[in-house]
């Protein structure tokens, strides 16, 4: 049973341009969540996907990002126009259900590196 | 106000000796999930231990422990015999009750050396 995937890895865009990230849940796993990691920090919460549902985007930018996940196929996190600020590592996780404190685990992605230059 | 607080940014030990971090929380709620977390250079999040607020027992995982003293909000990860591939960045998360208790605040981290 594969765990969350993530692709690309690493992602490089020159300024202005526009990244798009990829979050495969786990087999079963209806739920997304996103978390970015700047350099040096812990991650921080983004946004909560459901299938074809944003529920909660409060972590999110109001500018340039936006996130979803459709009824196939994966969740996508889309960074219009980037700036060297939105370089960071961005994590997704995912659940069978909405996440609650009976959930003693929470896998992670290996997440996807993304670098502007 | 910091949900999460890990007040050793770095710290050095010996291979085959126990290592200690420091994980201190804040909430108001009564029922809450606290997380540890590896971090390694190659940089994926790997789950290492969890441990619910109403847990009567610390957690444990193999060579990993959970120190958790709720009076005081700390809950510790311990790392007894330390081996080299040990070396990564720790962080502590916790997940409250709640209408957002799918969130998980993290710390800033701790990262560790194992000295040969």
């Known amino acids: 049973n594969a765990g969350v995937m993530q692709n690309p890895r690493h992602l490089v865009r020159r300024r202005g341009q526009e990244a798009r990230l990829r979050c495969s849940p786990m087999?079963?796993?209806?739920?997304v969540y996103w978390y970015r990691q700047l350099p040096e920090e812990g991650l921080k919460f983004m946004v909560y996907?459901?299938?074809?549902?944003?529920?909660?985007e409060s972590g999110m930018p109001k500018e340039r990002f936006s996130a979803e996940f459709p009824k196939e196929g994966p969740s996508i996190l889309r960074i219009q126009q980037v700036v060297r600020g939105d370089s960071a590592a961005y994590f997704c996780?995912?659940?069978?259900?909405?996440?609650?404190?009976?959930?003693?685990?929470?896998?992670f992605g290996q997440g996807t590196r993304l670098t502007v230059v | 106000a910091q949900k999460i607080t890990q007040t050793q940014p770095g710290m050095f030990v010996q291979e085959k000796e126990a290592v200690t971090l420091d994980c201190t929380y804040d909430t108001s709620d009564q029922s809450y999930g606290l997380f540890w977390y590896k971090q390694p250079s190659s940089g994926e999040m790997i789950f290492l231990i969890y441990?619910?607020?109403?847990?009567?027992q610390n957690a444990t995982e193999g060579r990993y422990s959970l120190n958790f003293q709720k009076a005081r909000k700390s809950a510790n990860l311990v790392i007894s015999a330390s081996q080299l591939g040990d070396s990564a960045m720790y962080f502590c998360a916790m997940r409250e009750a709640g209408s957002n208790d799918y969130k998980l605040s993290f710390g800033a981290g701790t990262t560790v050396t194992v000295r040969a």
């Open positions: 996907l459901q299938k074809e549902n944003i529920i909660d």
């Open positions: 087999k079963g796993h209806s739920h």
């Open positions: 996780a995912s659940s069978p259900v909405s996440d609650y404190l009976g959930n003693t685990e929470a896998f």
């Open positions: 441990q619910g607020s109403y847990d009567e």
